[in-house]
């Protein structure tokens, strides 16, 4: 049985389509998580989708995802740049990672130029927008035959 992809999304993206749609654009996590679910079913995988605004739960779901998942995507969001905790349990993590934004964080102010995540993640998905997650399953799935 093949592992499951988690999907991991951290805070103010349960408000994506009204946050700053100019930079975010009008597509909602649900629509987001509905696209990827169909993607991965194409390629025989199955995902894990979750959002959390506390950085706890999300530290909690990348342990989880140790015993459970091929792979870890994650759009860490505010806590790309603040979180030493988030970035250790990713480095727990054995499998491939993949860093996701929607926007071009390095076309941004300067406090979103530095990622503390991007230096342990396998790669990176930025500026593509909503359809940076389907890019990044297919990348994930990629990865994971890689890894098989």
């Known amino acids: 049985m093949n592992k499951s992809i988690f999907i991991l999304n951290g805070p103010n993206l349960n408000l994506l389509g009204q946050r700053e ?6 597509d909602t996590l649900d ?14 995988e199955t995902i894990e989708f ?23 995507i994650i759009n860490p969001a505010g806590y790309t740049f603040t979180s030493v905790a988030l970035m250790d349990a990713l480095k727990m993590f054995n499998g491939p990672k993949i860093e996701l934004h929607i926007s071009n964080v ?30 990044a399953v297919d990348a994930m799935h990629y990865l994971c035959d890689e890894e098989a």
């Not at 629509?31 to 025989?44: D, P, Q, V, W």
């Not at 979750?50 to 989880?64: F, I, T």
Request: with cysteine.
């Open 50 to 72: 979750r959002q959390s605004n506390h950085e706890g739960a999300l530290v909690e779901s990348v342990h989880e995802a140790r015993d459970v998942a091929s792979g870890i």
């Open 31 to 44: 629509m987001i998580h509905e696209r990827c679910a169909a993607r991965a079913n194409a390629l025989g």
């Open 21 to 26: 749609p100019e930079i975010y654009g009008y």
């Open 106 to 135: 390095h076309k941004r102010e300067p406090v979103y130029h530095k990622s503390l995540m991007s230096a342990v993640v396998t790669g990176l998905v930025v500026g593509f927008g909503a359809y940076g997650y389907e890019m």
